[in-house]
């Protein structure tokens, strides 16, 4: 399976490039993925030194294949509430929402960040599925007044512990009073974006949404010639830490058929409402028949044969010699000298904690599930 | 910005892989992009072998990624038909129809060709967008009585002028008697398939529409086996027998914001029907404005340095300085013996077939218009 680690990769303008593309090649860029339809560095090609870097100081990442979606115009409050299977009510302007969109039959289609910005308009900050039209098809069948569109928005992240002090340096003192979520409109030196304390690791840190593709390099440029002392460097979100973290992989730890219950989302799902949202049916007869079949769970695997890349596919849990689940992620943590996992697996099992067996990249291995996150 | 073409693309669970994976790889898979969130083969290690197996010989391609969405159900003419902007009253089963897929603007939002299976079951044969939620999205919200998935089905195409002899020896004398995009529900030794006379080249072939993800390899390997005495080998869809055929790339020669008339789909667009289907007022008021903004028109351009690589994005056409329109790919052509491209341009400037200046590997050149397809 793994033969693929050295194919390369065929660019073509199907897949676009991102505003910081110079500069990440400048970096070393070394290895890559295709999210929505977009360039996402993966490594400059020194995974051990990333992660410390991550762990340890502030690493800088292109993420601009989180794209956002827009909605906006006088119905925009009850579209994006349909479009969520969260309660909004009670969301404020400067404030972001970790949400489920899911579909008719409550399967999960992606799970955005919610921006609530500036009267009726929001961006949906997204995993990596054309939610473009899905919200299009949506807000036109249903009526709905709004303009949805992508606009040119890409966001470049600040990660790690060091990451508050030099966005304090580049924007003022007043950002350390930003709630996790919480963002403001703002600019560096007139390249304008909008600054938010989030970020797919659990290391603390901001991102910059730049709204001005044009300007990308420079905002990059300028970022790294201020984070030179606090030993900034390239990197991306990180396999190891985002499995020690939870952080889930839409697509990767979900399947195309699973709910939100069972992608560890459950508290983001409110089934108790008044709300009208798209899927709520469903998902309320998931709570009515007792809940999911499969929970999220961690694994502590006997395996010390991995490394730091992903695994290409998921692959079969077991458990007397029953499949049970699927494991979709699997890494040796540092911080906690383990082999450590992340799986779907049958609910009863996964509330009982028991010992299943995994496919790891060498062959079976025994593993006892685990709540999560691990760290 | 070629500097893309040395990198390593990174697979995780979220992009899958194809059942025809192990095959590939001992064919000397070499170069992959990722299309629909899978795998999708681009080289073997040598394009102009590829390339002159594709004109003289037989080429096997993994086009997994081509993905289905099947509609089925009491109400799926209807639904298929208000999510086809071709009218489809006389397509009969067994046929192929290829059709745009429109959203409420009249944006093209995919290039699929429609199956018409037994009944009232059909499948879009999809390009890179995620249109099983967009269908599952307008299927929801309109109320139509159907199904909508992505069934396990993955295209293994056979490409070449001796593609037909060696189909008919592992199918069957009949299967010359399939007119273009027709097909059947067939087995190759009790591998469920649909036959189709199909492919993304101009040179005839064949699809084998695998029903069975399982057997993908089994299925690869009778082919290849069979294929021996039409000197048969690996290939991948080929870049420049696509240009000098002038076949579509969606999301690659159109942009986010492309109508069917700008991009080559006119024929295929009816406008003056009783049937509704979604985007019918806005491609009307196209038409009623006189046609679209742009089109899509061939180059023949004076510059001997491109080579037989996708160019990384879209890059400017220019008319007396003025940016016209956009260049989306540019190859050598190994029978014309010249360099030749694909543009979206000023619909005027095409109509006059103007000579213009384009962005080429190694910068400007001048290039005339010209009609398509090359050959």
């Known amino acids: 399976m793994h033969t693929l680690r050295m194919s390369r990769i065929t660019i073509s303008p199907r897949i676009r490039?991102?505003?910081?593309?110079?500069?990440?090649?400048?970096?070393?860029?070394?290895?890559?993925?295709?999210?929505?339809?977009?360039?996402?560095?993966?490594?400059?090609?020194?995974?051990?030194?990333?992660?410390?870097?991550l762990i340890n100081g502030v690493a800088l990442w292109d993420?601009?294949?989180?794209?956002?979606?827009?909605?906006?115009?006088p119905d925009a409050d009850a579209c994006v509430q349909y479009l969520t299977s969260r309660d909004l009510g009670k969301q404020k302007e400067g404030q972001g929402y970790y949400v489920a969109m899911c579909d008719h039959a409550g399967r999960i289609l992606n799970d955005p960040v919610l921006l609530k910005l500036s009267g009726n308009?929001?961006?949906?900050?997204?995993?990596?599925?054309?939610?473009?039209?899905?919200c299009r098809a949506i807000a036109a069948e249903k009526g709905f007044d709004v303009e949805v569109c992508e606009p040119d928005v890409s966001p470049l992240a600040l990660q790690g512990p060091k990451a508050e002090d030099l966005v304090a340096e580049l924007f003022g003192e007043h950002i350390r009073d930003l709630r996790y979520f919480g963002f403001i409109e703002t600019d560096l030196d007139g390249?304008?974006?909008?600054?938010?304390?989030?970020?797919?690791?659990?290391?603390?840190?901001?991102?910059?949404?730049?709204?001005?593709?044009?300007?990308?390099?420079?905002?990059?440029?300028k970022v790294l010639t201020?984070?030179?002392?606090?030993?900034?460097?390239?990197?991306?979100?990180?396999?190891v830490e985002r499995v020690e973290s939870a952080l889930l992989s839409w697509g990767g730890d979900?399947?195309?058929?699973?709910?939100?219950?069972?992608?560890?989302?459950?508290r983001f799902v409110h089934t108790d409402t008044d709300v009208d949202y798209i899927g709520k049916e469903a998902l309320q007869a998931i709570v009515a028949n007792g809940g999911p079949?499969?929970?999220?769970?961690?694994?502590?695997?006997?395996?010390?044969?991995?490394?730091a890349w992903p695994l290409p596919a998921r692959t079969p849990v077991r458990h007397n010699g029953e499949e049970v689940g699927t494991m979709s992620a699997i890494v040796h943590s540092h911080r906690m000298d383990k082999t450590i996992a992340l799986a779907q697996v049958r609910r009863d099992l996964v509330e009982q904690g028991?010992?299943?067996?995994?496919?790891?990249?060498?062959?079976?291995a025994s593993a006892t599930i685990t709540s999560l996150p691990f760290l």
Chains 1, 2 share one sequence.
């Open 17 to 53: 490039m991102t505003p910081f593309h110079e500069s990440t090649v400048a970096a070393g860029l070394s290895d890559l993925t295709v999210y929505n339809k977009m360039v996402l560095p993966t490594s400059y090609g020194d995974l051990k030194a990333e992660y410390d870097r």
């Open 63 to 73: 993420v601009s294949a989180e794209r956002q979606v827009e909605v906006s115009g």
């Open 121 to 134: 308009r929001y961006w949906f900050s997204l995993a990596d599925s054309d939610m473009l039209y899905w």
């Open 191 to 221: 390249i304008p974006l909008v600054l938010c304390r989030s970020g797919w690791s659990k290391q603390g840190g901001f991102e910059l949404f730049l709204q001005d593709g044009s300007r990308g390099n420079e905002l990059y440029q």
């Open 226 to 239: 201020a984070g030179e002392k606090y030993d900034i460097g390239p990197g991306a979100p990180n396999h």
């Open 254 to 266: 979900t399947t195309p058929e699973s709910n939100p219950f069972e992608s560890g989302m459950g």
């Open 293 to 307: 079949e499969r929970l999220l769970c961690g694994l502590i695997v006997e395996d010390e044969t991995v490394d």
């Open 354 to 364: 028991e010992v299943v067996q995994v496919e790891g990249p060498a062959g079976q």
